[in-house]
T-cell receptor, first 117, second 117 residues
């Protein structure tokens, strides 16, 4: 099946620093990728929709200046958590939609666990 | 707007027993429905999905789900639980892109399945 890879899988950083998480579709092109945040024992909350070559669309309540998303190519989207604080600690998961149709199947990355000290 | 309700945040069954995980949805348009499984510190893996056609959907690992429009339900079942089925299960609904939402997924809060000997 299609593979989506996230890197790093775990990252620990100091408060005030910025952290970049990559999401790659390894064997298909993804014009659209989604970024989710998952708190412990909770569901996935959609943060933003990332479209190749254009600005991301953020969900209500998500700070776009805090969570920078760049979808520079058809196989790579990045999420940068700027000036991270302990409350940003979470499990971040991306998904990539295969193909250009809105009904394309979604494939999820393995997730990236961010811990801000 | 769409929403998903998963009844029971924790379900415990004996190995070999029937697994039943409940999911009810709300959608203003005919939905696509999904079940995903998540193992600890991993991303999501698609178990099965309903788009159109047959309302009884079979997925991987012996799981199946039935779309019942009259009950707005999409319950997940497996005739005989195995220890390896212990994981978090998420039900999700998509708007098919019909509301301009780009086929985004809305997840339920998840059900933790425990399988006991």
């Amino acid at each position: 099946g299609a593979v989506v890879s996230q890197h790093p899988s775990r990252v620990i950083c100091k408060s005030g620093t910025s952290v970049k998480i990559e999401c790659r579709s390894l064997d298909f092109q993804a014009t659209t990728m989604f970024w989710y945040r998952q708190f412990p024992k909770q569901s996935l909350m959609l943060m933003a929709t990332s479209n190749e070559g254009s600005k991301a669309t953020y969900e209500q309540g998500v700070e776009k200046d805090k969570f920078l998303i760049n979808h520079a190519s058809l196989t790579l989207s990045t999420l940068t958590v700027t000036s991270a604080h302990p409350e940003d600690s979470s499990f971040y998961i991306c998904s990539a939609r295969r193909g250009v149709e809105s009904t394309g199947e979604l494939f999820f990355g393995e997730g990236s666990r961010l811990t801000v000290l | 707007a769409q929403s998903v309700t998963q009844l029971g945040s924790h379900v415990s069954v004996s190995e070999g027993a029937l697994v039943l995980l409940r999911c009810n949805y709300s959608s203003s348009v005919p939905p696509y429905l999904f079940w995903y499984v998540q193992y600890p510190n991993q991303g999501l893996q698609l178990l099965l999905k309903y788009t159109t056609g047959a309302t009884l959907v079979k997925g991987i690992n012996g799981f199946e789900a039935e779309f019942k429009k009259s009950e707005t339900s999409f319950h997940l079942t497996k005739p005989s639980a195995h220890m390896s089925d212990a994981a978090e299960y998420f039900c999700a609904v998509s708007d098919r892109g019909l509301t301009g939402g780009g086929n985004k997924l809305t997840f339920g809060t998840g059900t933790q399945l425990k399988v006991e000997l």
